[in-house]
């Protein structure tokens, strides 16, 4: 049975699998990476953490029995529509895109160069978060804006988080016995994306050259008005340093009421906080427009699929973004879904709605195997 180590590299963080096949051998995660008084300084001492924990449960990362190494990259520009081998070619171009994703690309790189010196011989595999959005329409894609300037910057929606599109828009499918029919999937995480995907290929997707746009997060603010920007620099005299923080790191749902944890912001809401009451409604009101939109991209929709640690748990999120949709097809079965069914929607419904837990390392795992057997057929 092949055994596949994946390692999803963050800014602070770098999470971890082991599996024999889509048995899970271990699994875990090291956090605050660099933080003041963290003991883990910098993602070399993750690394060495990671392989320290699996050493500790018999599964030493020096094994014979490992057989590849997958790893999260979230972009891949232009380049890279597919996993890929890792080479030292490919490395140069991941690094290459490190303008487009600061905060992401040398994270996981660093991984990337780690894993490869501490095992040379493994075949590593780069698994791109833009990738599955590759097949978007220029339609979709194309920003309005100066073609030679964004054609020489690289300027388009490129996507993310889809790995877990693509696993979450497949199970759906087949959950409502349409392997071939038309999905909207919405992955609500810390960060959170809307995609439109029909027979298993992306549409249209919320997220755009970073992944700030489109739907309001835990700390970032999605869709505004690009002259906000403008209008932050020149009368608010915030540097582009700062506005970048006030909208990645302290907008959102954290912007709107000081908590970006949901579980948080429900509680306050319970309890009649007016701010949690609007941040509530920010939100669910941005999911309900991408899910309109993406009726109307799709033309017809089999199933509605919630995803990540906020889809999967909130009820109150699912409810209340699709409430009154009945003219649409749409309407929540309230007893399913507050018992957490994986089919939440009304018998009658014509549109299905699922809950599917998502899981982009077994995602990761099987396109490593893939690119490997490909690459071993030559
Ligand atoms: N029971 C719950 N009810 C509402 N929100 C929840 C619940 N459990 C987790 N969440 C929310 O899920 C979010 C984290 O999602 P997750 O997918 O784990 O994040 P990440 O994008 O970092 O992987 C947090 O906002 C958290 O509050
Ligand atoms: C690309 C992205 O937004 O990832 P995450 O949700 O893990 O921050
Ligand atoms: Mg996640």
Known sequence: MSRVLVLNSGSSSVKYRLLSGDERLASGMVERIGEAGSPVADH??????VAAELADRGFGLDSPELTAIGHRVVHGGKTFTEPTLITDEVIKKIEELVPLAPLHNPANLAGIEIARRLRPDLPQVAVFDTAFHSTISPAAATYAIDRQVAERLSIRRY????????????????????????????????????SAVSAGRCLDTSMGMTPLEGLVMGTRSGDLDPAVVLY????????????????????????????NDMRVVEKRLAAGDPDARLAFSVYC?????YIGAYYAVLGTVDVIAFTGGVGENSSLVRETALAGLEALGIAVDPVR??????????????????????????????????????????
């Not at 693509?166 to 919405?186: C, F, K, M, Q």
């Not at 915030?238 to 954290?254: A, F, H, Q, W």
């Not at 009101?285 to 427009?289: A, D, S, T, V």
């Not at 599917?356 to 995602?363: M, S, V």
């Open 337 to 378: 879904n507050r018992r957490g069914d994986r089919l939440i929607s009304t018998g009658d419904a014509a549109v299905k709605v699922a809950v599917i837990p998502t899981d982009e390392e077994l995602e990761i795992a099987h396109q490593t195997l893939e690119v490997i057997s490909r690459t071993n057929r030559g």
């Open 44 to 49: 070399g001492a993750a690394l060495k953490a």
């Open 232 to 259: 932050l620099g020149r009368t608010g005299g915030m540097s582009l340093d700062e506005i970048d923080t006030l909208l990645n790191r302290r907008g959102g749902m954290l912007g709107l009421c000081g908590d």
């Open 159 to 194: 996507g993310f988080h889809g790995t877990s599109h693509a696993y979450v828009s497949r199970e759906a499918a087949l959950a409502v016995g349409r392997p071939l029919g038309n999905v909207i999937v919405l992955h609500l995480g810390n960060g959170a994306s809307a």
């Open 285 to 289: 009101h941005q999911l309900r427009k």
